[in-house]
């Protein structure tokens, strides 16, 4: 509970998502062709997409 007052810990975890989440972003554009807007209305986003991401930065 300590992290969630401390505003640089939450600062990077804040930009490490924007990376991950920007990352399967392009990945999605670069596979499907289609706008990043569209990525919300795909089901499987998370599952094709940002779960790898995430994976990666294990």
Do not use: H
């Amino acid at each position: 509970m300590e992290k969630l007052d401390d505003d640089n810990y939450l600062g990077d975890i804040y930009v490490e998502a924007k990376e991950i989440f920007m990352t399967a972003a392009e990945n999605y554009l670069s596979v499907t062709g289609k706008e990043k807007v569209s990525l919300f209305k795909n089901r499987s986003f998370d599952k094709d997409y940002l779960i790898p991401v995430i994976q990666s930065k294990i």
